[in-house]
Structures are given as C-alpha cells and as structure tokens.
Nanobody, 116 residues
Framework: QVQFVESGGGLAQSGGSLRLSCKAP???????????LGWYRQAPGEQREFVAS??????HYADSVKGRFTISRDNSRKTLYLYMNDLKPEDTAVYYC????????WGQGTQVTVSS
C-alpha cells in the first residue's frame, strides 16, 4: 500500500527553484513524527539515488545537492518538503519520498525537468 504521495514537480529553467511536497495521508500523526524520511530521485536509464533525508532531527544530503537543496518537514501536516534552488539540468528526474529505514511501496513520484 502506497504510503506517500509526491507533488510539486514541473519544468524549471537552469538556476530556477521548485518546492516538492510529500504527504502521508494514510499515516497517523504519531507514526509520521517518528519516521526517518528521505527524498530519492531516478533519472532516465539510471538507478534510484538518495537525495536528502530527515532523520531524528538531523538532515543529510547527497554531495550533488548540498548547498542547493533543503529538506524540511511539517509534522502537523504530515508533510515532507524538498526546497530545490539553483537547479541544474542534471537534477532532471522523477523524485520520490520514502521511509529511510524500512521503505514502503514506492509512490508515483513527481517529475522534475530542468532545461538549460
């Protein structure tokens, strides 16, 4: 059963910004609060890769996005966010969110396309 629903993707120009959202509509509040959550992405022909995570109050980032992307969460809304700034064409991918420790079924993701 899909636990997370991603949205907010779209087309951006190089240097632009987007904000992605990941909601957990079926998850109760107390469960969401305790989740270590992460953003992942998969470019065409590539394997899914880690982007950023929010784990026990700490954040972690892939080197490729460090300084450009910011992960945050609003537990009251059961929502995880990814703020993406200074976008580059190599950021083009389908973006997913999931539990870092025990991944659930993957959602449909949200497509991000960055033009040069």
């Amino acid at each position: 059963q899909v636990q997370f629903v991603e949205s907010g993707g779209g087309l951006a120009q190089s240097g632009g910004s987007l904000r992605l959202s990941c909601k957990a509509p079926r998850m109760i509040f107390s469960t969401f609060v305790g989740q270590d959550l992460g953003w992942y992405r998969q470019a065409p022909g590539e394997q899914r890769e880690f982007v950023a995570s929010s784990e026990n109050g700490l954040t972690h980032y892939a080197d490729s996005v460090k300084g450009r992307f910011t992960i945050s969460r609003d537990n009251s809304r059961k929502t995880l966010y990814l703020y993406m700034n200074d976008l580059k064409p190599e950021d083009t991918a389908v973006y997913y969110c999931n539990n870092v420790r025990t991944p659930a079924s993957w959602g449909q993701g949200t497509q991000v396309t960055v033009s040069s």
